[in-house]
Nanobody, 122 residues
Framework: QVQLVESGGGLVQAGGSLRLSCASP????????MGWFRQAPGKEREFVAA?????DYSDSVKGRFTISGDNDKNTVYLQMNSLKPEDTAVYYC??????????????????WGQGTQVTVSS
């Protein structure tokens, strides 16, 4: 079992920045494929970004969001810049045991964090 602990959501004005964190206590970060997904009210959960030795981003966040990892802290980060109101959603950290190019589909991810709300005001 992999526990994922998220932090860093909040309310920000359009154009602002937030950084989300996801820790996996007791599990070496480099044994996991780590991803971020988001879900807005009335919409399906959608892929945002993922990381192994590769990184992948959805088109909607490419160039604005950056995913990174700290092996020493077993933590993955999502730095979100130039935020837009349409980025408002609950953001979930997710993981599965593996390597290689990270998956984009939620069904591939076995472990999920509790979610953190990100609200971007216009």
């Amino acid at each position: 079992q992999v526990q994922l602990v998220e932090s860093g959501g909040g309310l920000v004005q359009a154009g602002g920045s937030l950084r989300l964190s996801c820790a996996s206590p007791g599990r070496a970060f480099n044994t996991l494929v780590m991803g971020w997904f988001r879900q807005a009210p009335g919409k399906e959960r959608e892929f945002v970004a993922a990381i192994t030795t590769h990184t992948d981003y959805s088109d909607s966040v490419k160039g604005r969001f950056t995913i990174s990892g700290d092996n020493d802290k077993n933590t993955v980060y999502l730095q979100m810049n130039s935020l837009k109101p349409e980025d408002t959603a609950v953001y979930y950290c997710a993981a599965y045991l593996g390597h290689g190019y990270p998956a984009r589909t939620p069904i591939m991810y076995d472990f999920w964090g509790q979610g953190t709300q990100v609200t971007v005001s216009s």
